[in-house]
C-alpha cells in the first residue's frame, strides 16, 4: 500500500517495519522492496546487520547491497578510506528447471 501510493521503496520497507517493531521492539528483521515500474529497490532493517543481492538483466551483474534504511540500529561500520570494497560476486548461472 505504500508504494502504491508513491513512497519510494526505502521509505515503504521502513513504514513496513515500524509497527511491527512498536509492537515487537526486540524483533530483529528486514524487508526488500521492489518498484516493478522502474527496478528500484531497497531495504529496510530492525536490530540486525542486513544485505541484500541485486541481480540486473541489463549488466548480467550482481551486487551486494547494505541495508538503506537501519532502524533502531546502528549502519554498519564502513571500510577504512583507502581499502576498496571487494567486487560482487556473480551468481552462477543455471538453467530452469520444469517441475
Known amino acids: 500500500a505504500h508504494m502504491a501510493a508513491g513512497m519510494e521503496p526505502a521509505d515503504a ?7 511491527i517493531a512498536k509492537y515487537f521492539p526486540d524483533y530483529g528483521g528486514a524487508l526488500v522492496c521492489l518498484r516493478r515500474s522502474d527496478g528500484a529497490v531497497a531495504g529496510a532493517t530492525h536490530h540486525m ?3 541484500y543481492s541485486v541481480r540486473r538483466l541489463s549488466d548480467n ?17 564502513p571500510a ?20
Open 13 to 19: 520497507c521502513a513504514e513496513a517495519l515500524r509497527p
Open 49 to 51: 546487520d542486513f544485505s
Open 61 to 77: 551483474a550482481t551486487a551486494v547491497i547494505p541495508a538503506d534504511i537501519y532502524l533502531d540500529s546502528p549502519a554498519p561500520t
Open 80 to 99: 577504512p578510506s583507502g581499502v576498496p570494497s571487494a567486487p560482487p560476486t556473480p551468481m552462477p548461472t543455471h538453467e530452469p528447471k520444469t517441475l
